[in-house]
């Protein structure tokens, strides 16, 4: 968001937006939503942007706001081997119920989803990721997780830059330099894949007589899947 | 058989009043004398007792009877009773690799209004339950804002404050049955779920004040937990990443969002994000984020990890849907359920809860023949948007098989789909908003199954 975006808003603008968003649809929020808000006055401080920038620590999947820094593959190899490896497999293939970073090249992910089989583990940043940027955030702000938070920028753009070339993203080479110029352009192979939902997608009837024919198909648990009822505690 | 009663026995087949004595018949004629002659008795054959065993052995004191109970204070934050110690919280230990991240389970099989008691509100941590200070707890509001400012927890307790009961629910509510049938109990099909009382300070409140630019189309919330969990949240005129609009249905949720600081009058657990999270009603609970540091104006989505790795839907198309964040209409009977066995045949009352991410529920239908007849049950007051409805439907058990289910459609007009309409356009491997119509059986034997109807 550009600094330029605020700078001369003023109340008396919102108002003219407000008319204008009827025909142009340019604008955000309804104004109205705020009509009926409270004035308040004398609660809470103003803040410097200087005083927000420790926690100013979102990156966008288009990598606005990342920070100065960089990472290498294989300074990332090291850290991952020390503090990443023993929940996300060696070969970022997953451990101990943790999440993998390799999942089933975009490819078969796809066929695999076709043909209805299971998708949930082959899901990996190779098929089921959007944006480079955005794996830098996690990092940073979650990993790893047992310690959040405590990577320094440059580690976490390492480890970025390493689970990306174990996970064979294109253009990320043994070589290759993370920071905040080079990953908004790494182009993740199963970005093409997102859409944004839109609205509902199931359209049932409030049928209330005789609403089919014949007889309900009724399917039980499976024998094989065993008791995972909570006890008849009563 | 009354109008709004719905039962198993085909009309016409009951021997009601057949056993009749003199006195039985004086009674009756007394009771339509009393009522004025009107048709009360004609309609009712049989009484209570009839058909019942009789006890015979003088009644005894109980122990209680004989001492002296506990003084005030004795528990200073009162416990359910001791007899009741299995109304808990319970999780799955296969489901998640560790109790950290992780995610519990509501009771509502024991359960019976629309409050989620604070003790058993679900849980669902990215990075464990943390006890935040409050003295020390901070809210930035900022982005494009005209002035950024910051609060303090006791800031946020006197600006002008909003309270209204909603239900809570994590979109993974179902998850596990979206292949087959595999969870025993009420408890674990439905208990990523929860409904409260909420108070706190309107988010528009905060948008005035700082004076939100009208360009902003989303704004995102952050916790200071260990995950410093970030959700984006659509306004009016949202787009994402690719410039798609984001559906009209979505964009007006956040007029009703919030800064919480209390559940069910007192301050927030712990659990439930402690001391202030964020709350916006009918949206996937994971979006209303807890232990809330940070809000932040903006004019894109964030596409957190959240947003493109885990709340997502991989469909049967092969492509992954994005931002899929209203929890539709849903329902489920919490009694009878899998977690009780029906005690004989005879007269219950069908009971179950109902709830929408778009609004107040209209009717909620209940059927005991696998969904071929329906009958509209009775809503309990208070019907409130974005709330848990309880209903109510007398039901006659003739102790033969019956498949239970209820339907629910809210006020948009939205009817919750069956389980075969679900999987038609999502597949079988998704994992969240699995909102279908839950079927019961009830056996002959009186054991109440979790069970699936495949083709209708």
Redesign the interface.
Known sequence: ?SKS??SN???G??AA??AL?LSA???????A??K?????LG???????A??KP????????G?NLPEGKGTVSAGEKIYNEQCAM?HGDFGEGA????KMVGDPVDE???S??A?????SN?GLNN????AP??M??IH??MP?YA??TLTTDESYSVTCYVMNLASIPGVGSDFVCDKTSLPKIKMP?EP????????????????????K?????????AS?G????G??? | MSENMINTVPEGTKKAGEASSDRRKFLRKSVALAAGGAAIAATSAAYAGDGLKTWTTPLQNEPTRHMLGRGVVSVPYGLPSKYESGVVRRNVGWLTADTIASISFTPWQDLHGIITPNGLHFERYHAGAVDVDPSKHHLVVHGMVKQPMIFTVDDLKRLPSHTAIHFLECPANGAMEWRGVQMDSLQFTHGMMSCSEWTGVKLTTLMEMVGVDPKATWFYGEGTDGSALQRSVPMEGAVDQHGRPIPAEYTSHYRDAMVCYAQNGEPLRPENGYPIRLFIPGFEANISTKYLRRLMFVDKPLVTYQETKHYIEVLPNGMIRQFDLVNEANSVINYPCPDFKMNGKGTYEIRGIAWSGYGKIAHVDVSVDGGKNWKQANLVEPVLNKCLTKFTLPFEWDGEEALIMSRATDESGYVQPTLKQLREVRGFNSIYHKNSIQVWKIEKTGEVKNVQIENV
């Open positions: 968001m975006k605020m808003w003023s109340l603008l919102a937006a407000v968003s649809n340019a604008f955000a929020f309804d104004n939503a705020l009926s808000a409270p004035k308040v609660v809470g401080m103003n803040i410097t942007d005083a927000i926690w100013d620590i979102s990156y966008f999947y288009d606005t929940c101990h119920g943790y999440p992910f796809e066929a989803a076709k209805g089989v299971d998708a949930v899901r089921n990721w959007g944006n955005t794996l955030d996690m702000r979650h997780f959040p938070g199963g894949l997102y859409v944004t939902n839109s609205g509902p997608d199931t359209a049932n009837q409030r049928c209330m007589k005789d609403c089919y014949g007889a309900p198909f009724v399917v039980e648990k499976a899947i008791d995972v009822s909570v008849k505690v009563k």
